[in-house]
């Protein structure tokens, strides 16, 4: 069934599943070869702050390795490059895309601070791309928003390039950036009270929606405290975002599951869906709206629902019920 082009929620069925997103130091092996074996929907390899400068070098040619040789099925596979301000990132790019593109899912752009760098990232990788004899256009961008100025610009940013697939919020890059009187990322600075994260990752959210892109938290640094990471992963969650990064194999699970709609919340929005196109159908009346038991369901309904199916269905989640045809 076509949809109406207003419509915003088969983005979410559209786009990878990126619940849990690990990251794993491009410098380190035996993190190289661990995080094969671990159920995160997303790995990166870093370049960026996990690995040292001085480890730089070596460390794209260990992601080429990995990229080609590891067992990666069923994981989204990024890396994550320099920054444009250093004097790192073409090489970066060039390197690992030249040695390892076609198993090289998407890059990830850290500090991105305008459109203009991300136009940059995705002009190097077309020229790569058409010089390798690769598919142009097929590995994607995630923008990294980790300082104010990248915030100020997170609309074009997120229109900058059709390769976009998510926009990331890099959270200890950003409260250094505004200066935040807080030490642990996720909690609230001492003497505030509010929720000190709410209007960026609001701002995150609604430019990565607007441009049918994925929002994505990041880290949370506690590695130990899980019960730490549930509440600033559900804080996400709960406002919309797609998923959050994990440092530790401990993290996985949780962001899995917070980001998963609830079985019974997945049940609920596909018997949604097959009443809606039942009572909007030749056969159930033509109707705008129905009632699913006690509840009223409409074309909102449809909508809200096709997200929680969406992420369901991503989250690799079966029906447990069907649908049947009301008596007339
Ligand atoms: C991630 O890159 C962060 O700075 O939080
Ligand atoms: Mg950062």
Redesign the pocket.
């Given at each position: 069934m076509s949809r109406p082009s207003t419509d915003t929620a088969p983005a979410v069925d559209r786009l990878r599943p990126r619940r849990s997103c690990l990251a794993v130091p491009g410098s380190n092996p035996r993190f190289l070869e661990k995080a094969q074996g671990l159920p995160a929907d997303q790995v990166f390899l870093d370049l960026?702050?996990a690995c040292a400068p001085l480890a730089k070098p070596e460390a794209r040619h260990t992601i080429v390795k990995f990229l080609n040789e590891g067992d990666w099925t069923g994981k989204t596979r990024v890396v994550r490059v320099n920054d444009w301000t250093t004097e790192w990132t073409y090489r970066d790019v060039v390197t690992v895309v030249e040695g390892a593109g076609p198993n090289l899912d998407c890059v990830m752009l850290?500090?991105v601070q305008d459109a203009q760098q991300v136009v940059a990232l995705d002009l190097l990788l077309t020229q790569i791309e058409k010089t390798m004899g690769f598919e142009v256009g097929r590995i994607g961008i995630e923008a990294?928003i980790?300082n104010a100025r990248g915030l100020n610009n997170v609309n074009a940013i997120a229109e900058a390039s059709p390769r976009l697939e998510t926009i990331v919020f890099?959270p200890?890059?950003?409260m250094a950036s505004i200066n935040m009187k807080s030490l642990v990322v996720g909690e609230q600075p001492p003497g505030y009270d509010a929720d000190a994260y709410h209007y960026i990752l609001m701002r995150i959210l609604m430019a990565a929606r607007a441009n049918d892109l994925q929002a994505i938290d990041?880290p949370y640094l506690q590695i130990r405290n899980v019960d730490g990471f549930r509440t600033v992963a559900g804080r996400a969650a709960a406002l919309g975002f797609d998923g959050k990064w994990v440092l530790h194999p401990g993290q996985v699970e949780a962001a899995n599951e917070v980001f998963s709609p609830s079985q019974e919340d997945y049940d609920h929005a596909e018997l949604i869906l097959d009443a809606y196109d039942h009572c909007t159908s030749e056969a159930g009346g033509k109707k705008g709206s129905a009632m699913l038991g006690d509840e009223m369901i409409d074309e909102a309904s449809r909508k809200m629902a096709l997200v929680v199916a969406g992420k369901g269905r991503a989250a690799g989640l079966k029906r447990t019920s069907t649908f049947e045809i009301p008596e007339a």
């Open positions: 960026e702050d850290p500090k990294q980790e890099g200890a890059d950003f990041g």
